[in-house]
């Protein structure tokens, strides 16, 4: 999965970093990466992964900025953030938090997602030592 990197400029030099960041926890090379067509990414692939195949294509790419539309809204509501790493340590916690409260609520009767936001909210006030008003 890929995490969350806040970057303040998209050149060369920063997407050789992202590739680094992203390939650290791989036990393995990947096949094909897949990225929009910033021109910055296929210079600084060549580079770190010179043997992996490269896509760049509008709608390939589809699934991987889809699982981050959560992400974009938080980041759009969230403009009052003075640097990128503070925007950076702000959502890398973040993240977590959230989707504690988010269930995947398509796979749950109406029953069944009341009792398990029951026990996320006591998990929750248990862990932050809040006492809840009921």
């Known amino acids: 999965m890929l995490d969350i990197l806040v970057q303040s400029c998209r050149n060369k030099k920063a997407a050789k970093k992202f590739f680094r960041k992203l390939l650290k926890g791989l036990r393995y090379v990947p096949r094909v990466i897949i990225t929009d067509k910033l021109k910055s990414y296929s210079a600084a692939k060549a580079e770190i992964m010179p043997g992996v195949e490269h896509r760049q294509h509008k ?14 809204v938080r980041e759009r509501v969230m403009r009052r ?29 109406a029953a069944l997602y ?3 936001m029951g026990l996320r909210f006591a998990t929750w006030s248990e862990v932050s030592c809040v006492q809840t008003a009921a």
Request: proline fraction near 4%; hydrophobic fraction near 35%; charged fraction near 20%.
């Open 81 to 109: 953030f003075k640097s990128a790493g503070h925007a950076q340590r702000f959502l890398s916690a973040f993240s977590v938090i959230s989707s504690h409260f988010r269930p995947r609520r398509h796979l749950l009767t």
């Open 59 to 72: 709608g390939l790419n589809n699934r991987a900025e889809n699982s981050h539309q959560p992400t974009r």
């Open 114 to 116: 009341r009792a398990e």
